[in-house]
């Protein structure tokens, strides 16, 4: 089965995320110097505002950041997780973003995972996401459609570094479940 293309929109990927940071320096040692994104926009904001930098993530995409003067801080378990997946608690409130997901090539992935670790970043053990009970298996096996790890930025962003092992296309091996609804409750 193959992708429904869209046909009200010519979208392209995504041009950009952007996210708040509390140390603009901090966030440019880590995402140019530790993860490799070349710096492509950087400047202030009017009124002394802040700032806005953007960090090419491959394919043309960016992920930017915002600096503000007197931002408040970040609320764990409200704006950013608790934990990272495996580890603990990583439920995070509506309208908020939970983790942002960088796609590599599969060749590529197990040489971030050791990149990572080799540069002291906190990094789970690699989960490779199935359709069992727990959603993640030790082992590669056929069920397997995409490997992932996590870890966190300097201001606790909760990162992932992903590979599909198959291409997910919409059919009924990938569409498993219908949407809730706003009072749908599960049971814990």
Not at 64 to 78: D, H, L
Not at 125 to 145: A, F, K
Request: charge should be negative; aromatic fraction near 10%.
């Amino acid at each position: 089965m193959s992708i429904e293309a869209n046909r009200k929109f010519t979208f392209k990927g995504v041009n950009h995320i952007a996210l708040v940071c509390r140390d603009m320096a901090e966030t440019v040692h880590f995402y140019r110097d530790i993860l490799g994104m070349p710096l492509i926009k950087a400047f202030d904001l009017p009124r002394n505002m802040g700032q806005h930098f953007f960090f090419d993530c491959g394919n043309g995409d960016a992920i930017a950041f915002f600096w503000f003067s007197g931002a408040p801080e970040r609320q764990p378990g409200i704006n950013v997780p608790l934990d990272m997946p495996t580890r603990g608690p990583f439920v995070t409130a509506h309208g908020s973003m939970n983790h942002l997901a960088l796609n590599v090539d599969p060749d590529h992935f197990e040489e971030c995972h050791r990149r990572l670790i080799a540069a002291g970043i906190d990094v789970t053990p690699i989960l490779n996401h199935d359709h069992s009970e727990t959603q993640v298996t030790d082992d590669m096996t056929d069920d397997v459609y995409v490997r992932s790890i996590y870890f966190r930025d300097p201001d606790g962003i909760l990162l992932e570094i992903a590979t599909w092992t198959r291409q997910p296309d919409g059919g009924p091996d990938d569409i498993l479940t219908e949407p809730f609804t706003a009072d749908t409750v599960l049971a814990g």
